[in-house]
């Protein structure tokens, strides 16, 4: 092999510091196992919530309630998860070694309890009031559990991965995630089939028993970051940045210069406050998206004469193209930076509820989700991306949790304006206003984010090598926490 050593091509030889001797068998380092159950848990993971998730509004219908009562099976969940991520993500950024035991501690749980959910129909025959009621007081006691782990399970996997290939990790990930989802919504699909109660109760224990094997599949992750380069080291991660680096940038902005890849000026929006910038047209987004949500599934078996299992084949189509489009999303994302795909495939998501308004029919359902599973696997994944990079790794659970909080407090009161504005004006013309809504919100992040949209994936990161500095010299300033707020 030469003098190839630590330069070699290839993520396995540059994170490693020694070669294995001659004969002998190569073992996977820690973190390279860590990656590997991460990759495991996302998989049954992605199958317990698509057995039980899109569902949840079947069974309220099933089970005697109407478009109020889905409306807050969709909103109190999302309330709670959300609001609860800022005190959960305070305490995993100052107790960073309770990271692992935070995501164990409310994923266990939240995904156990589908099993309360499969027997409680038998707990109240006959009331469909109490057992609505009981419905929504066990979502939310889940939502809880699962605001106790993203913010710790988001810190750890900003640890566990770099940027530079990040987005092709969570593509590859996302993939056999959506290929177990993909299963697990189209066979709940025939379940639900099999009539109230008997076929909820089959696909919510069967929610609660791979997510039950998804958290075991969670305990052998590491709690600790990958091994990447510190200052000095040989090591570098895979990289095809052209052009001044992240580290000259650096210097520059300390010197009070500004390079042209980074795009914009003194004063540009996303340079100064990227974070904040993000999180706010992320709220006015998710109001608009979960503006008509809780009126899809009404609108499905009431409008279009639609059948459970053709609402999982539904399901399943959104799924199946979401698996087609992670590998071409994930090397956009790895070339082009979060943002660039943000403004593309949101731009493809606006006119999903366009396409709802046209629909004649459940099978037309099937073929425009084909078009939404598509655009939805790149913002998607972008989301996690983008929202990685302009948050650094000291706060970023905390910054997690108060991003998490906004957006779940718009996607509460999303469906609940948009099930009062139906009454109204019936459930077209919301999802009418929910497609202009996204346009705005669109709209809104592009023109902030223009000056990490225009030097391409060099000028991005540059952009926050910058803003970065900034904020480091306004806290030597005194002048407080700078451009990460």
């Not at 510190?230 to 010197?255: E, H």
């Not at 943002?339 to 396409?355: F, N």
């Not at 709209?443 to 910058?466: E, I």
Request: hydrophobic fraction near 50%.
């Amino acid at each position: 092999m030469g003098r190839r050593g630590a330069g070699q091509t290839g993520l396995s030889r540059r994170v490693d510091d020694t070669r294995p001797a001659a004969g002998r068998r190569r073992r996977a380092s820690p973190w390279r196992r860590s990656l590997g159950w991460s990759t495991l848990e996302g998989t049954l993971g992605a199958a317990s919530d698509n057995l039980a998730l899109p569902y949840v509004g079947l069974f309220v219908l099933a089970a005697g309630g109407g478009p109020p009562e889905v409306s807050l099976a969709a909103a109190v969940p999302a309330l709670v998860a959300n609001l609860l991520q800022v005190p959960f993500g305070w305490v995993a950024d100052r107790r960073p070694a309770l990271r692992k035991a935070l995501w164990l501690a409310g994923s266990l749980p939240s995904r156990l309890l589908w099993a309360a959910l499969a027997v409680l129909p038998w707990w109240w025959p006959g009331h469909p009031q109490g057992l609505i009621r009981w419905f929504l007081i066990l979502l939310a006691l889940r939502a809880a559990c699962v605001a106790a782990a993203t913010p710790a399970w988001t810190s750890l996997l900003a640890d566990l991965t770099h940027r530079r290939w990040r987005g092709a990790y969570l593509a590859w990930r996302n993939v056999l995630a959506n290929l177990t989802a993909l299963a697990g919504t189209v066979a709940a699909g025939y379940l639900a089939e099999l009539g109230y109660p008997r076929g909820y109760a089959w696909l919510f224990g069967a929610a609660a028993l791979t997510g039950l094997l998804a958290s075991l599949a969670a305990v052998p992750v590491q709690g600790q970051p990958g091994p990447w380069p510190g200052p000095g080291s040989r090591l570098r991660p895979p990289s095809r940045q052209t052009g001044p680096s992240v580290a000259g940038a650096d210097r520059a902005a300390r010197a009070g210069a500004v390079h042209p890849a980074a795009g914009g000026g003194p004063g540009a929006p996303a340079l100064q406050r990227p974070f904040t910038w993000f999180a706010a047209t992320s709220v006015l987004w998710n109001f608009a998206v979960n503006l008509p949500v809780p009126l899809f599934p009404v609108h499905f078996t009431r409008q279009l004469h639609g059948t459970p299992a053709q609402w999982g084949l539904a399901n399943g189509a959104t799924i199946l193209t979401t698996i087609l489009g992670q590998r071409a999303w994930g090397r956009r994302l790895d070339r082009q930076g979060g943002a660039a795909v943000l403004a593309v495939s949101g731009a493809a998501c606006s006119l999903v509820p366009v396409l709802w308004a046209l629909a004649p029919g459940p099978w037309w359902v099937v073929a425009l989700n084909l078009y939404a599973g598509y655009a939805w696997a790149g913002y998607n994944l972008a989301v996690l991306h983008h929202l990685l990079e302009v948050t650094p790794r000291e706060g970023r659970a905390s910054r997690v949790g108060m991003f998490n909080m906004g957006v779940g407090v718009a996607s509460a009161a999303g469906p609940l304006v948009g099930t009062w504005l139906a009454g109204y004006t019936g459930m077209v013309p919301v999802m009418l206003v929910s497609a202009a809504l996204r346009a705005a919100a669109l709209g809104l992040f592009v023109w902030g984010a223009r000056g990490l949209l225009w030097g391409g994936r060099a000028g991005f990161y540059n952009a926050l090598a910058l803003a970065r500095a900034g904020g480091r010299a306004a806290k030597r300033a005194g002048g407080g926490p700078g451009c990460w707020i």
